[in-house]
Structure formats: C-alpha cells, structure tokens
C-alpha cells in the first residue's frame, strides 16, 4: 500500500531543490523503469500497479529485479494512486525512486565530448542524451545554467538513455581552461560541416536555444563549425544539430579523415 | 474589440473538424505571426495586444500589414482575452485567422521529397518541416494517418517553416504506386547512410514512431537506409532521423556522389 507520506515524498522530488536534498529522483514508465533496473543507479522504491506485475513486461520487470545485487522496496497501488504521484499524463503502469548519482569529471576523455552552454528545455537535453547514446558518446559536459539532468521530462525525452550517458555539471569557462584537445563550437557563421576535420578527442559546444554561445567562452574556441543550410529556415533545433554533428563526426572518422595526433 | 462570437470561433479552430468546416486555422505568437505576413497565405483575422502593437515587433508587423494587397481585420484586446483564445501557455503578442490551403500534389518533384507514414506527434511533424526548410526541400508527402498540418502544436514546432513548406496528404499506396524516381526508405536495418548513394529525385519513407513503415508500403521500397549507430540507445526520434538523412543527401550531392540519370 502507498502511504501518504510515501506519496508526498515522491511527488516532492517534481522539484529540482528537493531532490537535491534528498539525493534522490523519480523514473516513470516501464520502459524507462526497465532501463533503470539494467543500469548502475541504486533503486529505493519502486511502485506498480498490479495489473502491470501481471502482464509480460511486468514478469520481465520482476525478473530484473531479482537479478540486482539488492531489492528496492516494492509497493503496489491502483492506477488512480499511481498517476497522482507521476508527472506522465498517463502512468498505469511504474515509477520508481533511485539515488542521485555524485560525480567527477574524468581527466582524460577519449572521443568526442559535448558540452552543453546553458540548454534550457528538458526536451532538448533529453533528445542529446539519446542523440548521445546512439553515436556511443560517454561524457556530457553542461553548464550550471542547463535544465537539471534529473527533470523527469529530461529523463523521459532520453528514452533510457538517461542511464548510459553521464552529464557532469561544472562552470564551464573553468572546465574550458583546463581542457587539452581541440574545442569547437557549433555556431551560425563558422566551416561548414561537410568539409570539416574533426580530431579523435575533441570537444563541441553547443549554445542555447536563443542566444547561442556564450561570449566567454569564446576565448577558448579553436574553430567554429555549421551545418550548411538550403533553405530558408533560420535556425535548428539544438538537439537536431547535436545529431548532425555527431553523425558528421562518425561518418569523418569512419572515412578516415577524422585526424589523429 | 474582441467579441464571445469572435472568441468562440477561435478558440474552436483548435479542433481539426471546425479547421476544415470552416477552412481555416489560427497561427499563435509573434514568430510564427510574422512569417505568417510574409506567406502567400490569405489572411483573415489579426487579434493583438496594444502593448505589443507599441513595440518594435509591433511597429515591424505594422509594416508587413501595409504590404499585403488586403487587410485582414485587426482587433485589439487584453492580455488575458488573447490568452483565453491561445493555444499557448503564454501568448501576450498576437493570433492570427488564415485561410487553409486546398493542394494537389505537383506530378513532377525535383530532388530529395520526404515521404511520412503515420506520423502522429505534432511536434514531430512541426520539427520536420523546420528540417526540411533548413534543406531546401519543398515537398513533404503525408499519409492520411499523418497528424494535421493546421494543428497548432505542428505550427508552432516548425518555428514559422509552415510557411515555407508543403505538406500533401494522400493515400501513400496509390501516391508511390504512381512514383516514378527510386522509393528509398529510412529503416533500422538497412544500408548504412553513410555509405548509400541517393538518386538526385528520389523519396524517402520515413515511419511510424512506434511501428516503423507500413507493410503495405514495403513493395515500393527500392533499398533501405540505416543511421548508423555506434552506442546503445533502441532509436532516434524521426526527426532527428529525417534531420541526419537530410544532411547525408546533401552532403552527397555537395561531393558529387548521388547519383543522376
């Protein structure tokens, strides 16, 4: 049975102050759920309907849950109870409560590194991060001013990507300043894509949505890169830039021309 | 003045069924508005905001009604009263009335047309159209299964690209039966893109969000095409997917590999 303070507990962690205080987030829906129960993260509660343990993704669930080193607390509810704690306008089926994970940049990263100034809507971060997982990039880099990686809307648009892709948060003119490998930036006016060269380990900023870049971090940008336009359109979505880039960047080192040092 | 009739017109071309009895749509925020005057779109009704008239936007959008060859009607209101006939959470600028377009499809296309089986998100369908402004594609080919053009959510994703680009809706089985450029189709088992050669006028299928391509269809498909991955996310949004096949048709052509006849 779910408890009312249970209840309030998860409907608390909506809002980014008390999942910092708690250490802990929310992941809702079976496919995300599913994701969660296949990764790292520790899991606390996990609440489903019983309609949902009973069907074959349920049994899958149930499966994965005895494979984990540990069991959460598992709580079952009725559909109505579950949809009032979950931030989904339909949720019949799971949500579950993990601990947020503390993290350290890695020294050295190898590959390409994105780095996110200041990307406002959970949608985009959501859609890098599986933009991300599908071109096999590890480190997300963003800018204390990014939406929080642990919105539920970030973690939904990630598709369960949320689980394979690590965004470390940081002041990024610090981050820049330290950092190696070459550093380019997507921008409006620069090379265009289609005759760029990438090297192996580098990192690419991408702006916010409306003001692009920031103006200092500019310093530390080696050159800038665009995808060249054919139409009249003024701009792409942050996220779908993201996925031109990064396909660009596979497709350059697969062709060889991706220089190495 | 804003009148209740008036108000309730409005509000009710949010609904497909009012947008097609009474041939027209509404087109919200001041972006969207804008490029909207620019179009050879008919427009009927303007609602605004004083305080948006007063200001820069207001004095460009001034400009851009004293271009056109008629004036629509134009009526002042409040803040709140444009909120209550918005689709958007917030919309303190301007609406606009225009006539919906009757359209057949052009028997000859040059270059890349997308073809978009069942896609059911609007936002989805609205960031397309933002895409395939951004290529310099004119020509998408919806099946009736396809979420409507004139949808606000469609309008407002494609970030003014409505405008620019046309959406014919028709059974997709008699429309490629009758195709006479080669049928590709973007599926997650196909040729690798980066390797694939492109005819310069050809179509490209894209599917369903959960279901793919319709088996119906198959039987026209003449090669399929694959973005090829590298981690381990399940897929790509079909945006982002028609984003990267875009940039990989054009960047082919940039380099002189799709192929003519």
Redesign the interface.
């Given at each position: 049975m779910l408890s009312k303070n249970k209840a309030k507990f998860i409907r608390s962690l909506q809002l980014k102050k008390q999942r910092e205080d708690q250490g802990c987030f929310v992941v809702e829906g079976k496919k995300s759920v599913l994701e969660l129960l296949n990764s790292q993260f520790k899991i606390r509660i996990v609440v489903c309907t019983e309609s949902f343990l009973e069907n074959r993704d349920g049994a899958l669930f149930a499966q994965q849950i005895g494979l984990r080193p540990y069991f959460p607390e598992v709580i079952l509810c009725n559909p109505l109870e579950l949809e009032s704690i979950s931030s989904l306008k339909t949720n019949q089926t799971v949500l579950a409560v993990a601990e947020i994970k503390t993290q350290t940049i890695p020294k050295k990263v190898k590959g390409l590194t994105l780095v996110l100034d200041h990307i406002n809507d959970p949608g985009n971060l959501g859609?890098i991060l599986?933009?991300?997982?599908?071109?096999?990039?590890e480190t997300v880099v963003a800018s204390l001013g990014t939406t929080d990686f642990y919105n539920p809307k970030v973690l939904q648009a990630s598709?369960?990507?949320f689980c394979?892709v690590q965004v470390y948060y940081t002041d990024l003119e610090k981050y820049l300043s330290t950092v190696k490998i070459p550093i380019y930036a997507a921008s409006a006016k620069g090379e265009s894509?289609?005759h760029f060269t990438f090297e192996r380990d580098c990192c690419l900023i991408l702006g916010n949505e409306s003001h692009g870049i920031s103006e200092s971090l500019l310093p530390y940008v080696k050159r800038t890169v665009t995808?060249?336009?054919?139409?009249?359109?003024?701009?792409?979505?942050v996220?779908?830039a993201a996925?031109?880039l990064c396909?660009?960047y596979?497709?350059l080192a697969?062709?060889g021309t991706v220089t190495y040092r």
């Open positions: 859609t599986r933009v991300a997982d599908w071109f096999g990039i598709m369960g990507s394979r894509a289609h995808i060249p336009p054919y139409g009249k359109a003024e701009s792409l979505n996220a779908t996925a031109i396909d660009n596979r497709r697969e062709f």
